[in-house]
């Protein structure tokens, strides 16, 4: 099956993978919050937020179809832009995501095909 | 590509003798290779960028003071026979020298040329292959 972030295909065109980011507990240093290098101790403050990170490239026939895949992600990104289900290529979903930026990784390649990596940063703030 | 006792072999209108092969190489300079997470195969394999060299040898009787320069920029024309005037190709690219090198022995001296072909538009192959 094909992955989707709100039922859109928006990965679809090419290669990528999901990563998920460090969960458990935060552990935040004493000497953080105090403002001084010598307090020692730590404690704990909730949970780490869900981070998940789509990593990929899109890859298109013509310079206009790969900058409406690129629009397409782009747009989600933006700010007020709603939350959503973001759904792996096994089914596996992450409920009530945003997506909070994507990243561009260089130049567009042009080969047989045209295509340029990028890593979708999707997530929920508790 | 490979062009063995060419018939003739010009370079930016200078005629290069004693050519005994040509051979036109092809390599990636940047592959793109993609995976997913369906398994353990690429799901995108291209080439984004590539490489044509273009390697001249040339036999060497006597002297010669006079030599490519790497850097050099020019047309090479070189025209393939096939032992008669049926089927005789033209290949033609613009190409750099890169690197001269000469070989001596007591049996004789060869010269060694490579070059590197230059496109006048990134989507054109820079070698154009015409028959005559």
Redesign the interface.
Known sequence: MGSSFKGLDLFGS?????EVDRQGRRIIPLSLVAGDASVAGTFESGDYELRVTVK??L?ALSESALWTLRYAIASQAAFNVEEGDLV???GRTWSDVKLFQVEWSGSV?????L?VGYEALFGMNA | MIVLRPDEVKFEGSVWGGVVRVSIDRASS?T?E?????GAY???V????QRVTLRVTQEIEGEDLSSPIPGELGELVLIAGSGSEAGRKRVRCECVVESVSNKISDYGATRSITLIAQSDA??EDPVQVSAI
Do not use: C, M, N, W
């Not at chain 1, 090419?14 to 999901?18: E, L, N």
């Not at chain 2, 993609?34 to 369906?38: K, Q, R, S």
């Open positions: 090419g290669p990528h993978v999901f990929g490239r890859s792996d290529q096994h390649d042009r080969g047989r095909v295509s | 940047r793109i993609g995976y997913d997470e369906t690429a799901t995108l291209d080439v984004a960028k990134g989507d």
